[in-house]
T-cell receptor, first 111, second 114 residues
Framework: IAGITQAPTSQILAAGRRMTLRCTQD?????MYWYRQDLGLGLRLIHYSNTAGTTGKGEVPDGYSVSRANTDDFPLTLASAVPSQTSVYFC??????????FGSGTRLTVV | GENVEQHPSTLSVQEGDSAVIKCTYS??????FPWYKQELGKRPQLIIDIRSNVGEKKDQRIAVTLNKTAKHFSLHITETQPEDSAVYFCAASNSDSGYSTLTFGKGTMLLVSP
């Protein structure tokens, strides 16, 4: 079934640890995105990638890094997690930057 | 950059009533305005969108209106049903710039009571 797969579904992480959230799509979409969702703050863009090999910063990029080695994968890395990074993380992709398809999300708790 | 304001943050209606959610945007270059519905514990899903070359678009019980001069757009849901209960997000982007990112409003929690 075509779509976006995120892993893990949920994770409890000790502060200071490194963590990579995985995102894979099989729709051959050029653009991919990472958003975080916090109650009362909506969906805020962390990083994006318009095509393989390129990335850009969104509204809240600090503490996060991404890479786009190929079309299908767009991992998000927290180098040293802090409690304020507790959130639900959604990966999304689009073909042409318009209609987004979202993954099912990763619920991350940093303690 | 773009800033999208969404109101109200919560909205309670009785089944069968209409619901209206309003958004304003700041960037006059924005020309694409989608609405996403997110049920509890699920991913956001596109329910309707509108581009700047039209003022209104309908899809069954859902409609979206756009006023480019005032830079605001609204979601209208008629004959609401309990299954309409969810969080709704508006968003805006400039689709003419090739690849562009969506800026989302903070969301409206809609509760439809039977």
């Amino acid at each position: 079934i075509a779509g976006i797969t995120q892993a893990p579904t949920s994770q409890i992480l000790a502060a200071g640890r490194r963590m990579t959230l995985r995102c894979t799509q099989d729709m051959r979409h050029n653009a991919m995105y990472w958003y975080r969702q916090d109650l009362g703050l909506g969906l805020r863009l962390i990083h994006y990638s318009n095509t393989a090999g390129t990335t850009g910063k969104g509204e809240v990029p600090d503490g996060y890094s991404v890479s786009r080695a190929n079309t299908d994968d767009f991992p998000l890395t927290l180098a040293s997690a802090v409690p304020s990074q507790t959130s639900v993380y959604f990966c999304a992709s689009s073909d042409g930057g318009i209609i987004y398809t979202f993954g099912s999300g990763t619920r991350l708790t940093v303690v | 950059g773009e800033n999208v304001e969404q109101h109200p943050s919560t909205l309670s209606v009785q089944e069968g009533d209409s619901a209206v959610i309003k958004c304003t945007y700041s960037d006059s270059a924005s020309n694409y305005f989608p609405w996403y519905k997110q049920e509890l514990g699920k991913r956001p899903q596109l329910i309707i969108d509108i581009r700047s070359n039209v003022g209104e678009k309908k899809d069954q019980r859902i409609a979206v209106t756009l006023n480019k001069t005032a830079k605001h757009f609204s979601l209208h849901i008629t004959e609401t049903q309990p299954e309409d209960s969810a969080v709704y997000f508006c968003a805006a982007s400039n689709s003419d710039s090739g690849y562009s990112t969506l800026t989302f409003g903070k969301g409206t929690m809609l509760l439809v009571s039977p």
